[in-house]
């Protein structure tokens, strides 16, 4: 079982960056996507992005071309690259499994001020 503790939120201004992490214990080698989702104050948990073992990557519409996903297997770590923040960008951020998520981990919050 492989569990996942994500750092890197912050408050930014909009406009901003911040760099997501997302350490895994044990191998991620076995999983075949990972992926990035949030959850915004009274919505539901949303798809960001993810990246494959191949490196293949997809974002949802609303960050595409703002954010980058990336991995690490020697650091057994995947990152999350967010640039030109925005305030609608404010949530809670989780990585899990992709497309089928498994146990969530506490995530990390993302506060982007106008």
């Known amino acids: 079982q492989v569990q996942l503790v994500e750092s890197g939120g912050g408050l930014v201004q909009a406009g901003g960056s911040l760099r997501l992490s997302c350490a895994a214990s044990?191998?991620?080698?076995?999983?075949?996507?990972m992926g990035w989702y949030r959850q915004a104050p009274g919505k539901q948990r949303e798809f960001v992005a993810a990246?494959?073992?191949?490196?293949?990557?997809n974002y949802a519409d609303s960050v595409k071309g703002r954010f980058t996903i990336s991995r690490d297997y020697s650091k057994n770590t995947v990152y999350l690259q967010m640039n030109s923040l925005k305030p609608e960008d404010t949530a809670v951020y989780y990585c899990?499994?992709?497309?089928?998520?498994?146990?969530w981990g506490q995530g990390t919050q993302v506060t982007v001020s106008s």
């Open positions: 899990n499994k992709f497309p089928i998520p498994a146990s």
């Open positions: 990246i494959t073992s191949a490196g293949n990557t």
């Open positions: 044990g191998s991620i080698f076995s999983i075949n996507a």
